[in-house]
T-cell receptor, first 112, second 111 residues
Framework: NAGVMQNPRHLVRRRGQEARLRCSPM?????VYWYRQLPEEGLKFMVY????????ESGMPKERFSAEFPKEGPSILRIQQVVRGDSAAYFC??????????FGPGTRLTVL | TQLLEQSPQFLSIQEGENLTVYCNSS?????LQWYRQEPGEGPVLLVT?????EVKKLKRLTFQFGDARKDSSLHITAAQPGDTGLYLC???????????FGAGTRLAVHP
């Protein structure tokens, strides 16, 4: 059973470009969470999604950030017009129900 | 704002020593999870504790959840160099089980 998959593992963008981060949950998991880990800081919750629904986006910046989890395909975290402060490691986690969360390897975003 | 205070922040010990990492909060959590994270990788789940007062053992690691479900501890017996890493506690909160993470304890075990 493959674990949570994220791609790309590393992403470099220039200021003003768009970043798209993908997350494929573990098989059978319908709950996806996104977290951000800034340099030298702990992981912070961003958004929680189920298939085709955003359930809780209380941790996501109001502008430039969006997330989706379509009926088919991976969950996408999209950052428009990236700025240097967006440089961080972005992790997604999946769970079968509201219990243990299993994390992917993360995408490390660097904004030049 | 819910916070999880994790201590110590850094721990450097010799092989064979015992250690305890603490995770404290003023908030009640529905469950608490411990993770270990290697550089450049995602957190790997070690254990989930759910019931107040619960104790779980994983080989040389012992995890305890406080009676009031506000705090937890991780005890490692006879630490080995392979235990070196970043240990994170995370409390599940709210109806949707989103995790509040502690800042982590960076453990170094020297041969």
């Amino acid at each position: 059973n493959a674990g949570v998959m994220q791609n790309p593992r590393h992403l470099v963008r220039r200021r003003g470009q768009e970043a798209r981060l993908r997350c494929s949950p573990m098989k059978g998991h319908s709950h996806v969470y996104w977290y951000r880990q800034l340099p030298e800081e702990g992981l912070k919750f961003m958004v929680y999604l189920q298939k085709e629904n955003i359930i809780d986006e209380s941790g996501m910046p109001k502008e430039r950030f969006s997330a989706e989890f379509p009926k088919e395909g991976p969950s996408i975290l999209r950052i428009q017009q990236v700025v240097r402060g967006d440089s961080a490691a972005y992790f997604c986690a999946s769970s079968p129900e509201w219990n243990e969360q299993f994390f992917g390897p993360g995408t490390r975003l660097t904004v030049l | 704002t819910q916070l999880l205070e994790q201590s110590p922040q850094f721990l450097s010990i010799q092989e064979g020593e015992n250690l305890t990492v603490y995770c404290n909060s003023s908030s009640v959590f529905s469950s608490l999870q411990w993770y270990r994270q290697e550089p450049g990788e995602g957190p790997v789940l070690l254990v989930t504790v759910v019931t107040g007062g619960e104790v779980k053992k994983l080989k040389r690691l012992t995890f305890q959840f406080g009676d009031a479900r506000k705090d937890s501890s991780l005890h490692i017996t006879a630490a080995q160099p392979g235990d070196t890493g970043l240990y994170l506690c995370a409390g599940a909160t709210g109806g949707y089980n989103k995790l509040i993470f502690g800042a982590g304890t960076r453990l170094a075990v020297h041969p």
